[in-house]
């Protein structure tokens, strides 16, 4: 069994699953937080509350399942709110085969998997900014309002690797 992760990242993923972002889109927002060619900066708790150890754009080429990793995360209906983890386990397995996107619940209705309810929450996205080993999770203003200014929408969300 592993041991509990002493990191905790933190997650900006767009609210459109589908949107996509571009290496100039990140480039001017990286460059405006001040950060060199390996994602640091002199001044990272400037842009994220206690600071961080890097922060970077990951692209998995496809649309992806973003959310805690050790430990997991439990999934609800979302009408009933029943758990139903087990049943999106299975389908979020099935689609990575090929299958659809989507959930057989046990309240009888078929569901997107990016309709279900998270806790702790997690998103489907084809990309996220990675901020990695964080101290909070408090997004500083200036970094709120370039994110949106360049993306648009997006949801903060963490994740123990």
Known sequence: MPHASHRLDLLVVPTDPHQ???????????????????????????LIEGGCNRIWL??????????????GFRVACPDTNALVSAEFGRAHRAWKAGAARMLACTCGADHALEDCVFSPP???????????????TSLTPLVESSIHDAVGSYRVLTRRP
Not at 28 to 46: E, I, Q, T, V, Y
Not at 58 to 71: E, F, M, S, T, V
Not at 122 to 136: K, L, M, N, R, S
């Open 20 to 46: 996509t972002i571009d290496e100039a889109q990140t480039a001017r927002l990286f460059a405006h937080w001040g950060l060199d060619s390996k994602g640091r900066s002199g001044n990272m708790d400037r």
């Open 58 to 71: 990951d692209r998995p080429g496809r649309l992806w399942l973003y959310g805690n990793q050790l430990g």
């Open 122 to 136: 997690a998103a489907f996205a084809t990309w996220a900014i990675v901020f990695a080993d964080v101290e909070g």
